[in-house]
């Protein structure tokens, strides 16, 4: 059975509000019967859509069964704790957290911390053998893999080590032998693919918030814990490498030996600051060695999407870096062989004519440059990158806005239009927004005197008029009843109402609660809406009055039946296609 894609969408609560769209970073969505789900080929694992989606339906998917089987195993189960650990539990010591673990059944717990420090070694001796060159850091795997698949221009720039995650797995495993099991922890999702990819050397990711669980589910209470010296991080404690979590960690690590100049050393957070940081990087020949540190986190890992988010980046900083012990007069040697090539894996971007764009376009509705508002309600930044993805069928035609407002009007109109009954729409100040031709020729003679008061209709009023924006009271002697059910909230339905020579059947109800009103009047005095009044209020007189006449058929006898015959013949010769014998036998 293949894996589940590391983020998923729960398709029950999704609510196609297209915010997962809007802030992905690569488009990486498809939305299809109404749904948005995650493309994998597309996806760079970056965790947005996650943060974005209000109604939680893009879920990571948990490995947190995979761990506890780890644990009941019999191997030896080493956790990799991300250093962004103190930023997630303010407060608590290490040795609590380690004991902890120990508690769920964890042979040892080692900081990742000490693979970045490897990292950083390995970096400054490649920079040492091939100089005037651009390196971008190899420690996000969000970044590295954004580059392979959007921008393989710079792929050849990806320093060839392992991240800081898998060096730290491979040390554990020269250390204690290749038999024990490793599970990291920390912050962010996109190592799940690490584990995906590497399994030699990583058996499984847990987020913070699935340890929170399991904890809380083995009743393992951090406070109340008392840790001591046998529950150090193993093998050692890291240093420098501790810093690795904040936005510029790496650069003490590089520039220690003061072989390399700060301004030779560049950090840039957040996916859209990598975007303007790779153009035209593949063009640029520096003089010196330039490495950049390109994390996909606002803030690097220590803002990661499954970081703590009841607590400011400023002070998730300040814990990391209070708790980094300070940086070693002597930088670690490399010794460890972390050497590991990236290929690209561009995704394949469909190349449409002018002509296809613009006929997807004219799909919703745009038949001109004027029509393409780049309002973003669909979730890509302009109506032609919309139109790429209706071509390329990531995207369906009801995600544009405009084109489902218009087609909604289209839809209200035919039914307006149709309706035999007058119907009207007010707003809030009841004022028209809609009417229907039945309405204007109901209170022609109102409208026409109301025409004169409103200064944007100078010409005759023909067929239905353009009557927006008119006040209703102008046009109808009882809009208060409109202001009743707006200021009441209750709706009045089958309400007479005599209007000159005749009598209105009113029927006045909310749309939207004290803001848009409709009305629908009837006029029954007309010969066809007395035979269809008369038809309806016999048929209620049958289903209000038959139990009672029930109950005392005991003593009328056949008299009662005789009533139902007599109320059905009147209801046959007024409507004699219409009536149902069913009717009748529904009530014998």
């Not at 990292?119 to 053998?129: D, P, T, W």
Request: charged letters at 25%; one cysteine or more.
């Amino acid at each position: 059975m293949p894996q589940l894609h590391a983020i998923y969408t729960e398709k029950r609560e999704c609510q196609d509000c297209h915010k997962c769209i809007r802030e992905c970073p690569v488009k990486a969505i498809r939305v299809q019967d109404g749904y948005a789900r995650i493309v994998p080929e597309m996806c760079v694992l970056c965790g947005n859509c996650i943060l974005a989606c209000p109604s939680h339906a893009k879920q990571v998917r948990d490995d947190l069964s995979r761990a506890r089987e780890l644990i009941t195993g019999g191997r030896r189960v080493i956790a990799s704790l991300a250093p962004s650990f103190v930023a997630q539990f303010p407060g608590v010591h290490p040795r609590q957290l380690v004991r902890a673990l120990k508690q769920l059944g964890f042979f040892a717990v080692s900081e990742t911390a000490l693979g970045a420090q490897q990292v950083s070694a390995n970096v400054l001796s490649l920079m040492r053998r091939e100089p005037c060159r651009i390196w971008i850091s190899s420690a996000c795997p969000v970044v590295v893999d954004f580059i392979g698949k959007y921008h393989p221009e710079c792929q050849d720039a990806i320093s060839p080590l392992l991240s800081p995650l898998l060096t730290h797995c491979r040390m554990l495993r020269q250390h204690y032998g290749n038999d024990i099991a490793l599970v990291f922890i920390g912050p962010c999702i996109a190592k799940k693919k690490e584990a995906e990819q590497h399994p030699e050397l990583l058996d499984a990711v847990l987020t913070f918030e699935d340890l929170d669980r399991w904890l809380k589910e083995e009743n393992v209470q951090l406070a109340k814990i008392i840790g001591t010296p046998a529950d150090s991080f193993a093998p050692e404690a890291a240093r420098e490498g501790a810093l690795y979590p904040v936005e510029g960690g790496i650069i003490p690590g590089v520039t220690a030996t003061s072989e390399i100049s700060r301004s030779q050393v560049m950090s840039f957070s957040g996916i859209a600051n990598v975007e303007q940081a790779l153009k035209g990087l593949a063009e640029w020949k520096p003089e010196h060695n330039i490495f950049l540190e390109l994390t996909a986190c606002a803030g690097s890992c220590v803002n990661g999407p499954k970081s703590a988010r009841n607590m400011s980046i400023a002070r998730r900083r300040y814990e990391i870096e209070h708790f980094a012990q300070p940086q070693a007069e002597k930088p670690h040697a490399a010794s460890v062989d972390i050497v590991q090539h990236y290929a690209a894996a561009p995704v394949a971007r469909g190349a449409y004519t002018e002509t296809q764009i613009r006929e997807a376009l004219r799909t919703v509705g745009k038949h001109s440059p004027e029509d393409e508002l780049n309002c973003g309600g669909c979730g890509y930044d302009s109506c032609r990158e919309f139109a790429h993805a209706l071509l390329a069928r990531n995207a369906e035609r009801m995600m544009c806005a405009t084109y489902t407002r218009k087609l909604a009007q289209k839809k209200a109109n035919a039914l307006l239009k149709k309706m035999p009954s007058a119907v009207v729409i007010v707003d809030e100040e009841l004022k028209i927004i809609e009417c229907n031709a039945n309405f204007v020729r109901l209170f022609s003679e109102d409208i026409e005197e109301a025409k004169d008061l409103h200064p944007s209709n100078k010409e005759p009023f023909v067929g239905t008029p353009e009557l927006e924006g008119i006040a209703l009271d102008s046009v109808i002697p009882f809009s208060h009843l409109f202001r009743r059910v707006r200021d009441g909230g209750e709706d009045i339905v089958g309400h007479d109402i005599r209007y000159q020579r005749s009598i209105l059947n009113s029927s006045i109800f909310t749309i939207e609660p004290h803001a848009v009103l409709c009305g629908i009047f009837q006029d029954i005095t007309q010969p066809i809406f007395q035979k269809e009044q008369i038809i309806t209020r016999a048929r209620e007189v049958i289903q209000k009055n038959l139990k009672t006449v029930q109950q005392i058929a005991y003593l009328l006898g056949e008299n009662a039946a005789d009533s139902e015959i007599i109320l059905n013949s009147i209801v046959r010769s007024f409507s004699p296609e219409d009536f149902d014998e069913k009717d009748a036998e529904k009530h014998p």
